[in-house]
């Protein structure tokens, strides 16, 4: 089976539920179209680009689907009882927020994403003198202001 990125809302439909295990009879596909367009809200205001479940690429795909299955967790199971007191019996949960795993795994898709997106074609660097031209490498643009000096006698 051929790894792809997600190329249309059914797909990232059924990314969402496979992975959070949310059945189309508890949330259906307009309340889950409705998640992910909040995740894609979340997803813009976390990177300042815009999601495109057509043109994107699988790390932000990821992203959005996590997310998506954090909200629909939360969605179709609430946020959960932190205690109940029922008469003589009290119960106490310690545990934390069950769905924290799917918001770690969008961060650090994200995070993934843009801490590899330097750009390695070239390596601007002159043998002769040592010169590297770091702003070139990093955004392709030629700005690096040289503060070393150029030895005597070159």
């Known amino acids: 089976m051929a790894i792809t990125n997600v190329t249309s809302l059914a797909t990232l439909r059924t990314r969402i539920r496979f992975i959070s295990g949310i059945k189309a009879e508890e949330i ?9 367009s909040i995740a894609s809200e979340w997803f813009t205001e976390q990177t300042g680009l ?3 479940v057509t043109n994107s690429d699988a790390a ?3 992203a959005v689907m996590y997310y998506s299955c954090y ?9 959960g009882i ?14 934390d927020e069950p769905y ?15 801490a590899l997106s330097i750009k390695t074609s070239t390596y601007n660097a002159n043998a002769a003198t040592g010169d590297v031209d770091w702003k070139k490498n990093i955004d392709g643009s030629d700005n690096t202001l040289n503060v070393r000096q150029k030895p005597r006698g070159l």
Not at 28 to 36: G, P, R, S, Y
Not at 100 to 114: G, M, V
């Open 28 to 36: 259906d596909d307009t309340d889950l179209d409705l998640v992910i």
């Open 50 to 52: 815009t999601y495109d």
């Open 60 to 62: 932000y795909d990821n």
């Open 71 to 79: 909200l629909g967790s939360i969605a179709q199971n609430g946020m």
């Open 82 to 95: 932190e205690q109940l007191r029922i008469g003589d019996i009290f119960v106490q949960y310690v545990d």
């Open 100 to 114: 924290q795993k799917y918001l770690e795994l969008a961060n650090e898709a994200i995070i993934a994403k843009q």
